[in-house]
């Protein structure tokens, strides 16, 4: 027993010495507006039900027709934006609410902060244009991104492994890195992506939007009910942890997918560590966003209400 007390307390200094994500709030609710009339305010509001939800059929969603046509009672008030444009701001828990009444869940504002890499990094000109496509596609689907130079290979020019692009990405504090590979010839130019989470990894192709785009496709869960999406306590057993390394690294994960609101640790063994997580849609929404992990690799239990789920980690994938 006092070998595990001091294992969790070793845990709990790592984890009050640095932060497992560096999610970044997003102003979901404030967006600009035309003036304000109710076509304006509707448009506008279309336009913060993608950022809410995370999805951009939201805007044209039936089920949320209602919250579009009744957009000036969910008015907040009117603020001037950074460069001198008007905004309006919705009043979010009131908005939110009716969100779930229409059975659509909300994307937490609390958003993992990306790290788009351009390679091979682009003239000053075009690194402008770049960056302002990416920022208008990531303000418009509620990212939080910053386009960085960052180191790909090591000294011998290999790629470098998930892991020390994810260290590179949380010393410049990222959460995730987002990499556009290929020659840019034009505004259209398709490029190879590549999407490194601590849970997952993923690659597509597409213009500079679908960098953003498809990133945020995968961040978000699919359209379910409220219900569905309710948040709920799991059980989480994890096995091949048998390091003070291994313990932070497992923690950090966990506390970066999408869904999980809070993971708290509550036994250690020999070699392994269970936790109690609080994710969005229980034991079957966290296994869902753990599908295809190659940090964490599912080894058995049940994702039935009050099971236990098992996984196995691997440092490297």
Known sequence: MRGRLAVLCALGLIA???PCSAARQVHVYEVDVEGQTSPALQEAMRQVLVRAIGR???ADDPALAGVIADAPRYVQGYVTGPRGESQVVFEATTLEQAIAAAGRSVWPRARP???VVLDPPRARAAQDAARAELERVAAERGLPISLVPLNLVDAAGHPLPTEALLASARRLGGDQVLIGQGADT???STL???LYTSAQSATWSGPLAAGIDHTVDLLVPQAQTAVAQADADVRVRID????LAAYASVERLLQSVPSVRRANIIAT???SVTFIVTARGGAAGLDEELTG???LVRVGGATTPGAQLEYRYQPQG
């Open 16 to 18: 009050g010495a640095a």
């Open 56 to 58: 951009r059929e939201s």
């Open 113 to 115: 902060f990306t790290l």
């Open 186 to 188: 034009g505004p259209d």
């Open 192 to 194: 190879q992506w590549s």
């Open 240 to 243: 091949g942890v048998d390091t």
């Open 269 to 271: 063994d020999a070699g």
């Open 293 to 295: 992990s190659v940090r």
